[in-house]
């Protein structure tokens, strides 16, 4: 765990985001606490910690949660080997902020900056650092077209790109006779919620719109405030969505239910 430490302070953010690191989080202190465990070589400590801090329903800054993921997708890699948990956690990050710098990564392992250019060579040509580099379409009356949420529950207009769900949830084995009753061979889940420009569910916008299978209702909405999309884009710049989600549950033969997931 050694040449972990040494990424630890040298982690470098953009200046952009310089002002958000002056208000103290718990984000913050949760990626404070993840150093002090990979100091103490305590890897899976720290992975918990760090979870918990890129999390959006934390509450974290930008900055806060960018330092949350690129941690975490060292420790992924130093720790577990898993390429794959690296480049997911660095596309995390990216999506937060793509432009942000994070020295030190070559003393760690070189493997590390590969994939991080991958990820990076990956975003779309139209991602820009911050939403507010991108002109308002011309002829929009009044306010911001960026700050208030779009509908695209079935489609989104005016050009507006909808937004693409990163990794879909799952489910563990399901007992038809809990989850769906001895009487019930299929249950419906409908969630309506606004994806906010950092690609998260915004919290105090999920709502369920139709519920017949009320014993899976908790799952189904811890599954969505961990969902990570690419946002919605207008005009070259992320802006806030409102999509739909729906989750069928099916009784499959005699003890199991099988579940298919669409939207948004």
């Given amino acids: 765990m050694r040449r972990i430490r040494v990424l630890l302070p040298l982690l470098v953010l953009p200046a952009t985001l310089a002002s958000q690191q002056a208000a103290t989080s718990r984000a913050a202190d949760l990626v404070t606490l993840a150093r002090e465990q ?7 400590s720290a992975l918990t910690l760090l979870n918990v801090a890129a999390d959006s329903a ?7 949660r960018v330092q949350a993921y690129v941690l975490l997708g060292v420790l992924e890699y130093i720790a577990h080997r898993d390429s794959s948990a690296t480049a997911l956690a660095f596309r995390h990050a990216l999506q937060l902020d793509p432009g942000f710098q994070a020295g030190g990564l070559a003393e760690v392992d070189s493997a590390l900056i590969r994939i991080l250019t991958a990820e990076r060579n990956a975003l779309p040509p139209d991602t820009v650092p911050a939403r507010a580099a991108a002109p308002a379409p011309q002829g929009t009356p009044g306010g911001s077209p960026y700050d208030v949420a779009h509908e695209c529950v079935r489609r989104c207009r005016g050009g507006e790109i909808k937004p693409e769900l990163i990794d879909r949830p799952q489910f563990t084995m399901l007992d038809q006779a809990v989850v769906l009753g001895p009487s019930q061979t299929h249950g419906l889940i409908v969630v309506r919620f606004v ?14 719109t139709t519920n017949t299978a009320q014993r899976l209702t908790n799952q189904v909405l811890d599954a969505v405030r961990a969902l990570h999309f690419r946002p919605a884009m207008l005009g070259g710049a992320p802006v806030r969505a409102e999509v739909e989600m729906r989750f069928d549950f099916r009784a499959s033969g ?4 099988d579940y298919t997931i669409t939207g948004p």
């Fill in 38 to 44: 990979i100091r103490a070589n305590r890897a899976d």
């Fill in 254 to 257: 005699t003890n199991y239910v």
């Fill in 58 to 64: 934390t509450g974290g800054a930008v900055g806060d």
């Fill in 195 to 208: 994806v906010g420009v950092e690609g998260a569910p915004e919290p105090e916008s999920i709502r369920v």
